[in-house]
């Protein structure tokens, strides 16, 4: 399998891989992008040649996909935990008969590895990467987020969100009330800050350092994605016809919050959403298969590409900046690198 360089647009590599991409993410030395399918295959692509080639990670779909030095750590629908490691091995890390495994993620140095079961966080720690349950949580999980530095692993749930820092198997957590159902959950890179999507079209944000949350309003639709910029001092958030950022740095008053909005695209909502990790950009992908570029100092965005996607489900920057990859619900997916 391979990704087709396009001819037009320089750097551009796009494929048709078969199956709906659940998640994509590149390895913290760029040195392969991953494509996590609804059939229960891993696609790895080697980003300096273009070479891919596929692994059956799971008997089901791939529902989750995180990236860590140790290889991509997946969830199913079969409800193991896997990890496809650099050379292409694929190993079960745990197993929960029953379960869909749904979240998992990993700190950037892979010293934590964590998974959602149910009610319960499941970390992988140390060498041997052992399951070790921590205690069960009042109800389901709905996000899942591991700290960049591996001092936090948060879950949300319903009315609330906990914060285990530092994941341990005896950790009880501390937890921050958030009424209703809470979903997608992220952490800024400084993890001073956490930011979750509810089911009732808003985002709850924390200020871990003064425990203390506000929400933010307005969306048309449910919010699917979230991401932090680099410095954690603005939110980007799907939900919209449009790129939507909120300041949520310590010197704006939450009550005057006011979003950065820019980048209107008529034709479908914003549902995958990846901001620069060196530069003042951010990648969204939109309905209809269309991925922009978007400038905040500039407020404007440009199209880079579209994909024969309904939806755009996933992107991902590398860690430097230099590659984005990303796909969606058709089967269609990409790799970018922005050197050319």
Not at 20 to 33: K, L, W
Not at 66 to 83: K, N
Not at 170 to 175: F, L, V
Request: overall charge negative.
């Amino acid at each position: 399998m391979n990704f087709s360089p396009d001819e037009a647009v320089p750097g551009l590599r796009t494929a048709a891989i078969g199956a709906y991409v659940s998640g994509c993410a590149v390895s913290p030395d760029g040195d392969t992008a991953a494509y996590a399918l609804g059939d229960g295959r891993l696609v790895r692509l080697d980003t300096a040649s273009g070479e891919a080639a596929s692994v059956d990670a799971h008997d089901g779909g791939v529902l989750s996909l995180a990236a860590a030095p140790q290889g991509f750590v997946t969830g199913g629908d079969d409800g193991r935990v896997a990890l496809t490691r650099p050379d292409g091995r694929t190993t079960e890390l745990a197993r929960f008969p029953g379960q869909w495994i749904e979240h998992v993620g990993a700190s950037r140095d892979g010293s934590v590895l964590a998974a959602a079961r149910g009610k319960a966080v499941v970390l992988f720690r140390g060498e041997d990467l052992a399951p070790q349950l921590l205690p069960e949580l009042p109800a389901v999980i709905g996000g899942l987020a591991v700290r960049r530095d591996g001092r936090a692993v948060a879950a949300s749930h319903y009315d609330g969100v906990t914060v285990y820092a530092p994941p341990r198997p005896d950790a009880r957590g501390n937890t921050f009330d958030g009424p209703g159902a809470n979903l997608t959950l992220v952490f800024s890179d400084d993890g001073a800050k956490m930011a979750c999507a509810t089911q009732d079209k808003s985002v709850r944000v924390y200020d871990l350092a003064q425990s203390a949350g506000y929400l933010l309003e307005g969306y048309p639709a449910k919010v699917r994605c979230l991401c932090f910029s680099p410095d954690g001092n603005m939110l980007w958030t799907g939900g919209e016809q449009a790129f939507v950022g909120w300041p949520v740095d310590a010197a704006t008053d939450p009550a005057r919050r006011e979003a950065v909005v820019f980048g209107a695209f008529e034709h479908g909502l914003l549902g995958a959403v990846a901001a620069h990790p060196v530069l003042p950009l951010v990648a969204g992908g939109f309905d209809g298969g269309v991925i922009f570029l978007g400038s905040p100092e500039r407020r404007g965005a440009a199209p880079l590409l579209v994909l024969e996607n309904r939806r755009v489900t996933s992107l991902a920057w590398s860690t430097d900046g230099r590659r984005l990859v990303g796909g969606g619900d058709g089967g269609a997916a990409f790799f970018m690198d922005m050197a050319g």
